[in-house]
C-alpha cells in the first residue's frame, strides 16, 4: 500500500490550494484518511481527519479555512485550504488508519511522503 500526496505549491497569504492524496494497492478497506503538517523545527500536528462514514474533525487552526472530503471509491482523499496563512507553511502529510490488505487481510496504518506547502506574505 501506498500513498501519494500532491498538490502542495507556493501560494501568496489569503489564497487557496487544494492538496490530494491517493492510496494504491491492494486496498481491501479503509477507515479513516486524515492530514498532517510539520513545519520546521516543530512537531507534526494533526490538521483534519475524515471517517470512513465523513464524520470530520478539525484542529482549531483548520476550522473555517480547510475543508476535508474523500471520496472511497477512488481511495483519496481532499484537503480545500482556503486563506492561506505564512504560518501555514509546512510539509503536509496524508495518512490511512486500519488499512486492510486484499488477501493477507493484514490491517495496518500508512503516510505518505510530505507535499511542500509555503505561503509567502
Known amino acids: 500500500v501506498q500513498l501519494q500526496a500532491s498538490g502542495g505549491g507556493l501560494v501568496q497569504a489569503g489564497g487557496p490550494l487544494r492538496l490530494s492524496c491517493v492510496a494504491s494497492?491492494?486496498?481491501?478497506?479503509?477507515?479513516?484518511m486524515g492530514w498532517y503538517r510539520q513545519a520546521p523545527g516543530k512537531q507534526r500536528e494533526l490538521v483534519a481527519v475524515?471517517?470512513?462514514?465523513?464524520?470530520?474533525h478539525y484542529a482549531d487552526f483548520a476550522k473555517g479555512r480547510f475543508t476535508i472530503s474523500r471520496d472511497n471509491a477512488k481511495n483519496t482523499v481532499y484537503l480545500q485550504m482556503n486563506s492561506l496563512k505564512p504560518e501555514d507553511t509546512a510539509a503536509y502529510y496524508c495518512?490511512?488508519?486500519?488499512?486492510?490488505?486484499?488477501?493477507?487481510?493484514?490491517?495496518?496504518?500508512?503516510w505518505g511522503q510530505g507535499t511542500e506547502v509555503t505561503v509567502s506574505s
Open positions: 475524515i471517517s470512513s462514514g465523513d464524520s470530520t
Open positions: 494497492g491492494r486496498i481491501f478497506s479503509i477507515n479513516g
Open positions: 495518512h490511512a488508519d486500519q488499512v486492510v490488505v486484499t488477501g493477507t487481510w493484514v490491517v495496518a496504518d500508512y
